[in-house]
C-alpha cells in the first residue's frame, strides 16, 4: 500500500517562496508519475505541475515561470519549488502519485499567501 506524505506549507507574504515535499512509501512502490494539485475555498481542484518518470514536467499556465517541480527517484519524493507567490495561490495542496493503475492522494497541506 502506498502513503503520501506531505510537508513544508505554511504563509508567506505576496512575493515569497515555499518549498514543498511530498515522500511516498510503501514496500515495492514504482512511481510512474508525480504531481501537485490544488484547490482554493469554493473552487474545483486544479492541476499544479505534474512530473513523469522519465523527467517530462508539465505546468498549469497560472505558475509556469514561477513554480519548478522536481523528483528524486531514489527516495520516491517530489518537490515543488513555488516562488514570487501571489495571493491567488493560496489553496490547500494535494500531493498525487500513480502507481500502475492506482492515483493516491495525500492529505493536503496549507499554503497561504498574504500580507
Known amino acids: 500500500q502506498v502513503q503520501l506524505v506531505e510537508s513544508g506549507g505554511g504563509s508567506v507574504q505576496p512575493g515569497g517562496s515555499l518549498t514543498l515535499s511530498c515522500a511516498a512509501s510503501?514496500?515495492?512502490?514504482?512511481?510512474?508519475?508525480m504531481g501537485w494539485y490544488r484547490q482554493a475555498p469554493g473552487k474545483e481542484r486544479e492541476l499544479v505541475a505534474v512530473i513523469s518518470n522519465i523527467d517530462i514536467r508539465s505546468f498549469a499556465d497560472s505558475v509556469k515561470g514561477r513554480f519548478t517541480i522536481s523528483r528524486d527517484n531514489h527516495k520516491n519524493t517530489v518537490y515543488l519549488q513555488m516562488n514570487s507567490l501571489k495571493a491567488e495561490d493560496t489553496a490547500v495542496y494535494y500531493c498525487n502519485a500513480i502507481s500502475g493503475r492506482l492515483s493516491i492522494w495525500g492529505q493536503g497541506t496549507q499554503v497561504t499567501v498574504s500580507s
Open positions: 510503501g514496500s515495492g512502490v514504482v512511481i510512474n508519475s
